[in-house]
Each structure stands twice: as structure tokens, then as C-alpha cells.
């Protein structure tokens, strides 16, 4: 506790660093750092300790910036280093629980968006609990969903606590080194994993909502995939938390990725998914596609819901024979990013 004036000097004095001034917790950071505004205000020293009063605000703003330091649960203790990328509607932060095992801990940019993240961590129970365990390599894993107060605001956000991903590339980046087009043949072990995620995820009741190229991941040496983001999904497709079958909110620069139900504010289907999961992979061929996967596409992308597919495992049988009468009988491609990426 800091009692007087002399106190909170000699605290800023001794402070290297803004952990040494703050310490771990987030919640007593905020404590300390209001007693010490009270204390150090030039209002409350009569106009002195201006450079102090400076100080320790340049310290509160590196502590803040460097993310949170640690955050403790009833279930685990979290240490929560630097941000690993800002998300459509979330900051995630690279960090560790109970000693070693890696997380990617998400935080909504306005606490207003945690009822997103809340219907992602519901996604996310679901999936391992109603789908085929044999396809969740094909998910995020959640090791919890907790609330957290903000040190600097002293609002609460939700936070979702998911195991780390390494080596993955979403489709956006693979997009991004192959700007003329990928080759069909390596789109193709990308577009059948998708439609397994998609055909475990429906058979679980739950629709993803937002397939879109930064949601999709790829392991290049191992040809996995990762759908990720599932803020935007409708868990137990149409469960009584959200009898209305909507995508709940669409990423703006992507406005004219969605099919029509979803502006339209219309109840979503599988066949949403698949349409997005459909662009994804046009996307990233662009006019390298041959005619027959073109055609094949056009059928996916169809306006109307109810002429859609709406089943991904019927549609990947179909798929794997368009390869099949392309390409032969499947083999493994090797598949490479480039360094620079």
C-alpha cells in the first residue's frame, strides 16, 4: 500500500522498469496506479512533482502497451507476453498457463463485442462434445472462457484462452505469395480439409458463420487445417440461446464475401458456410481453376439457399471424384510458402 507522498516518490524512484512500479496482477496494477495519481497529481502536491507525475504516466503507458503481464483464474494462472496479431474484432496475445503449455489468449477491442467471444467459447464446448473426435484436429481447441477486468479502463471484457497454433498460414497469406493464382492441385488438399471441417462442424450442430481467407489456416508440411475465429458461428444451430439461425455479425471488408441471407438478416444454413469456404478457394486459384472445378464452384456459390449444397460430406465425395476424373488418384503434392512469408 502507498500511505504518503514520500512513499510514492520513493516507489517511482526505485521503479526500472513498469512491471517493477505495477507488478504481475492487472487488477492491483490498476489499484496502484490510481493511489499514485492521487498522490503525484500536481493539484494534490500544490503545483510540484510535474516530472514525477510525467514519469510515472510513461510508465503506465509502456505497462499497458506491452499487454497484460499476468492473469489468474479459478483454473489456471496465465503469463501473457506480446501481441501476436489484431483479429477482425480481438487482440491476441501469445501466452503461457501452468508453467509451459502455449495459449493464444483473445480480447475484445470494445468489451460491448464479448458476447461474440462468448458464442465462440460455446462453439468451441460443442464441437468436442456432439461431433466425430476424429476431426477436432480440425478446430481450435478452448481451454477456457473467463472474464477480465481492464487494468486502465477498470471495464470487463470476456477473454478466450485457446491453445496455440504453430506454422500455420491462413489462405490470406497464401493468397498474398502466390498473387497469380495458386495451382489447382495444391488448392485441392486445401479445399477437401475445409470441407471436413465443415462436414465435422454441421454434424455437430454448429455452423462457423465468417469462412473467410483469414480464418482458414494451413500447415504447409503436414497439409493441416484450421478453421479459426468462431465468433461469428451459430452454436446448436438454432439452440434455444439464439432460436434465430442468424450470423450474428459480419466483417465489413468482406461485405461482399457473404451470401445473401446474410445482409438479408435470414436464418444461415450450412450452405452459408459452404458458399464462403466455395470463395476462399476461387479466391486463391483465380483464373489458374480448369473449367470443370469452375463449374463445380458456380454450383456452390448459387444465390438461393435451397439450391446450394447443404451437406459437406456429400459434397466432398463429389469433389473427390472432379479431382479424381482431373487429376488421376490422389497422391501427396508437396506444398511450400515461400521464405519471405
Not at 252 to 274: C, F, H, K, L, M
Amino acid at each position: 500500500m502507498t500511505a504518503s507522498l514520500d512513499e510514492a516518490l520513493e516507489l517511482l524512484r526505485r521503479a526500472r522498469t513498469p512491471a517493477d512500479l505495477f507488478g504481475p496482477d492487472q487488477d492491483s496494477a490498476a489499484r496502484t496506479y490510481r493511489r499514485l495519481v492521487r498522490l503525484l497529481h500536481p493539484d494534490a502536491t500544490g503545483g510540484c512533482g510535474g516530472e514525477e507525475f510525467t514519469r510515472l504516466n510513461a510508465l503506465w503507458r509502456a505497462y499497458n502497451r506491452s499487454g497484460p503481464v499476468a492473469i489468474t483464474t479459478r483454473r489456471h494462472a496465465y503469463r501473457v507476453g506480446a501481441k501476436r496479431a489484431d483479429g477482425d474484432l480481438a487482440a491476441l496475445y501469445d501466452a503461457t498457463y501452468d508453467g509451459t503449455r502455449g495459449v493464444v489468449i483473445k480480447l475484445p477491442r470494445d468489451p460491448a463485442d464479448g458476447d461474440l467471444l462468448e458464442r465462440e467459447a460455446v462453439a468451441l464446448r460443442q464441437l468436442p462434445k456432439d461431433g466425430d473426435g476424429r476431426f477436432l484436429p480440425y478446430v481450435p481447441r478452448l481451454v477456457e472462457s473467463f472474464r477480465h477486468r481492464d487494468a486502465a479502463t477498470g471495464r470487463e471484457r470476456r477473454a478466450n484462452a485457446i491453445v496455440a497454433l504453430d506454422g500455420f498460414f491462413s489462405l490470406a497469406e497464401v493468397h498474398a505469395a502466390y498473387p497469380d493464382g495458386l495451382d489447382p492441385r495444391d488448392a485441392a488438399w486445401m479445399w477437401r480439409r475445409l470441407l471436413v471441417a465443415l462436414g465435422f462442424a454441421h454434424r455437430a450442430g454448429v455452423l462457423h458463420g465468417a469462412v473467410l481467407p483469414e480464418h482458414v489456416l494451413i500447415h504447409p508440411e503436414k497439409h493441416g487445417l484450421v478453421l479459426v475465429d468462431w465468433c461469428y458461428s451459430v452454436p446448436g444451430c438454432y439452440a434455444p440461446t439464439d432460436p434465430s439461425g442468424r450470423v450474428p455479425a459480419f466483417v465489413g471488408r468482406y461485405a461482399d464475401w457473404y451470401p445473401p441471407e446474410v445482409p438479408r438478416r435470414e436464418r444461415a444454413s450450412p450452405g452459408t458456410d459452404i458458399f464462403m469456404a466455395t470463395r476462399c478457394m476461387t479466391y486463391l486459384m483465380g483464373d489458374k481453376a480448369p473449367k470443370a472445378m469452375r463449374s463445380f464452384a458456380k454450383g456452390c456459390l448459387l444465390a438461393s439457399q435451397r439450391r446450394r449444397p447443404r451437406d459437406a460430406w456429400r459434397l466432398l465425395e463429389e469433389f473427390d471424384e472432379l479431382l479424381e476424373r482431373l487429376y488421376g488418384p490422389r497422391r501427396f503434392r508437396p506444398f511450400t510458402m515461400p521464405t519471405s512469408h
